[in-house]
């Protein structure tokens, strides 16, 4: 937790310091970015690495089962993956923020066809990464790297004016939020819901 302190912290003060100028919002650290859709920020490749993510966690935990530590904590990424993705879709419906391409105004809440706030992809990578954060990163100190996943999706995000400041760091936090939950319930809820066929694992049956 003091290594996604750190990096939050990090990222928060980049923000910050290029929101300087015109920040405003709940924080006054929101300001559209300059766009830019092309090369790693590019909108298709930013849907590439969220369909490698759900892929990943969906295979990985198939393939696994539920029995091997390292099949627990898939297990424990989808199910923050849901956690999130319904609690960001819950929080979109219920501020209704209008995204940086829609306004330049960033405090537009309760708007029609608003839904900005949280980010929903930020949201889901960090709630995919956080379990094996959690599980490994004392063991390995290398896995923190993963919190550069949902980094690069929240900076991508912001450059393509798909969300503000504030969207992207509310999206980071449920994310974690919902990753650490699940990382404490054993088993998961959908270990309890799966027939133990499914469960069991690609790996054992083969």
Same mark, same amino acid.
């Given at each position: 937790?003091?290594?996604?302190?750190?990096?939050?912290?990090?990222?928060?003060? $980049?923000?910050?310091?290029?929101? /300087?100028? /015109?920040?405003?919002?709940?924080?006054?650290?929101?300001?559209?970015l300059n766009v830019d859709n092309q090369g790693i920020w590019k909108r298709s490749?930013?849907?590439?690495?969220?369909?490698?993510?759900?892929?990943?966690?969906?295979?990985?935990?198939?393939?696994?089962?539920?029995?091997?530590?390292?099949?627990?904590?898939?297990?424990? $990424?989808?199910?923050?993956?849901?956690?999130?993705?319904?609690?960001?879709?819950?929080?979109?419906?219920?501020?209704?923020?209008?995204?940086?391409?829609?306004?330049?105004?960033?405090?537009?809440?309760?708007?029609?066809?608003?839904?900005?706030?949280?980010?929903?992809?930020?949201?889901?990578?960090?709630?995919?990464?956080?379990?094996?954060?959690?599980?490994?990163?004392?063991?390995?100190?290398?896995?923190?790297?993963?919190?550069?996943?949902?980094?690069?999706?929240?900076?991508?995000?912001?450059?393509?004016?798909?969300?503000?400041?504030?969207?992207?760091?509310?999206?980071?936090?449920?994310?974690?939020?919902?990753?650490?939950?699940?990382?404490?319930?054993?088993?998961?809820?959908?270990?309890?819901?799966?027939?133990?066929?499914?469960?069991?694992g690609w790996k054992t049956k083969f």
């Amino acid at each position: 937790m003091r290594t996604w302190l750190a990096t939050l912290t990090l990222f928060l003060t $980049a923000t910050c310091s290029v929101a /300087a100028h /015109a920040g405003d919002g709940p924080l006054g650290i929101d300001s559209r970015l300059n766009v830019d859709n092309q090369g790693i920020w590019k909108r298709s490749n930013q849907k590439a690495v969220m369909g490698v993510l759900i892929g990943g966690e969906l295979l990985g935990a198939l393939w696994e089962g539920s029995d091997s530590r390292l099949g627990r904590t898939f297990y424990q $990424a989808i199910d923050a993956s849901i956690i999130g993705g319904v609690s960001s879709e819950v929080l979109k419906r219920t501020f209704r923020r209008e995204r940086p391409n829609q306004t330049d105004d960033p405090n537009a809440w309760f708007k029609h066809g608003g839904r900005s706030f949280p980010s929903g992809e930020v949201t889901l990578a960090a709630a995919v990464v956080t379990p094996f954060v959690l599980e490994y990163g004392h063991d390995h100190p290398a896995v923190y790297a993963l919190e550069l996943i949902p980094l690069y999706d929240a900076e991508a995000r912001m450059k393509v004016r798909g969300h503000w400041q504030t969207d992207v760091l509310a999206g980071w936090a449920l994310g974690s939020l919902a990753g650490y939950y699940t990382h404490t319930r054993n088993p998961g809820f959908s270990v309890a819901v799966l027939p133990r066929a499914i469960t069991v694992g690609w790996k054992t049956k083969f």
